[in-house]
T-cell receptor
């Protein structure tokens, strides 16, 4: 149980275009989902926290207009990288906390999406 | 700010060898500590956790003890298997009600037969 999927698993896009990444909790409802970014040989950096039905909370230094997050349902959150540039190339990972377990610090992680901007 | 430091990899071991991956943390309060494992092509999975000083987390033969005096949470296993080859992440979360995980850089473990 507690499976989180991401789609696509990898994507290549041209500079200036936008790309959407989906994060789904497959067998549980998630009131909170998290988006992380991971650079090679570096740790996961939290980008934003999204709660179903409300605006995402972005970490300091993350451009909210560039990284649009929508948590439209209890099983789906999307991250849209707008006007992508090569420096946005990275590995993006989402995680989700099951509904009712918000105080347990449990997070279930997706397998990640590798974005390459050419 | 809060941070986690773990040893650089890769760590290369032969099967049945003893494993230690060091992890130390810096935090203003008393965090909960975690080890996550990432197998190739999969998402991070919680391996074990400890929520207060002197707690020992254990799972699948792995152990880690929360040492407040040395601010450490070293991961150990007495006899590694080839199937343990993965990337291991040490992480903390402050017990403030917010779920913000702070990760180390990850340590790749390679176990050969």
């Amino acid at each position: 149980g507690a499976v989180v999927s991401q789609h696509p698993s990898w994507v290549i896009c041209k500079s200036g275009t936008s790309v959407k990444i989906e994060c789904r909790s497959l067998d549980f409802q998630a009131t909170t989902m998290f988006w992380y970014r991971q650079f090679p040989k570096q740790s996961l950096m939290l980008m934003a926290t999204s709660n179903e039905g409300s605006k995402a909370t972005y970490e300091q230094g993350v451009e909210k207009d560039k990284f649009l997050i929508n948590h439209a349902s209890l099983t789906l959150s999307t991250l849209t990288v707008t006007s992508a540039h090569p420096e946005d190339s990275s590995f993006y990972i989402c995680s989700a906390t099951p509904r009712g377990r918000e105080n347990s610090y449990e997070q279930y992680f997706g397998p990640g999406t590798r974005l390459t901007v050419t | 700010g809060d941070s986690v430091t773990q040893m650089e990899g890769p760590v290369t071991l032969s099967e049945e060898a003893f494993l230690t991956i060091n992890c130390t943390y810096t935090a203003t309060g008393y965090p909960s500590l975690f080890w996550y494992v990432q197998y190739p092509g999969e998402g991070l999975q919680l391996l074990l956790k400890a929520t207060k000083a002197d707690d020992k987390g254990s799972n699948k033969g792995f152990e880690a003890t929360y040492r407040k005096e040395t601010t450490s949470f070293h991961l150990e296993k007495g006899s590694v298997q080839v199937s343990d080859s993965a990337v291991y992440f040490c992480a903390l979360v402050m017990n403030t009600g917010f779920q913000k995980l702070v990760f180390g850089t990850g340590t790749r473990l390679l176990v050969s037969p």
